[in-house]
Structures are given as C-alpha cells and as structure tokens.
C-alpha cells in the first residue's frame, strides 16, 4: 500500500468454502429496505420543496397489497403529442410488464 492521504484502507473479498451450510431460525425476520422517492411529483409536474417530510413507511408482508392500494399508486404520462394520460394500479401485480 502507498502512503496516500486519501486512501483509508484497504477492503479485502474473497470467498471459502463453508464449513457447514447455515439456515436462519424461522423466527428470524426478513427485513428489506427500500429507498426512493415514489411520490411521482416529477411526473405529475409538482416539485418537491426543502419542507416536505420523506419519511418511511414499515410494511408487513402480509399487509402489503392494503398499504399498495392505500398509496394510490399511479404515474402521469405524456402520450405523444394528443396531451397526458394517467394510469392507476391498484395491486402490486398490475406493475408487471405483462399487465401494463
């Protein structure tokens, strides 16, 4: 390693073989964080200003589908040059390509 002021260290990946293999407890929750911004302002035409709280919503797998269709998920769209289309999903499935 060279002395440079803006390296801090060194990260080192590799993989082994393991010992065993390892299974998670069944009361071991799975967790999943997603981060982004999908209000759809931009798409809407609305601008976000500095005072507008983003903040997280914690999701059930089981509730999933309620707090989907509770959002009011849609996107507004500009269709060629005949205006603005609005299209609305109301369960997660209905974003698949196949749907849309």
């Given at each position: ?14 993989t ?6 390892t ?13 982004g911004?999908?209000?759809g302002?931009e798409s809407r035409g ?8 983003l ?18 998920v849609?996107v ?12 609305s ?12």
């Amino acid at each position: 390693m060279t002395n440079n002021p803006g390296l801090f260290g060194t990260i080192n990946l590799g993989t082994a073989p393991a010992t065993r293999p390892t299974r998670a407890a069944e009361e071991t929750p799975f967790r999943l964080l997603i981060l982004g911004d999908f209000s759809g302002r931009e798409s809407r035409g609305v601008a976000r200003s500095p005072g507008d709280a983003l903040r997280p919503i914690a999701i059930d797998r089981d509730e999933f589908e309620a707090v989907f269709r509770r959002l009011g998920v849609e996107v507004a769209m500009t269709v060629g040059d005949s205006g603005r289309a609005t299209v609305s999903f109301g369960e997660f499935d209905e974003l698949h390509p196949d749907h849309i």
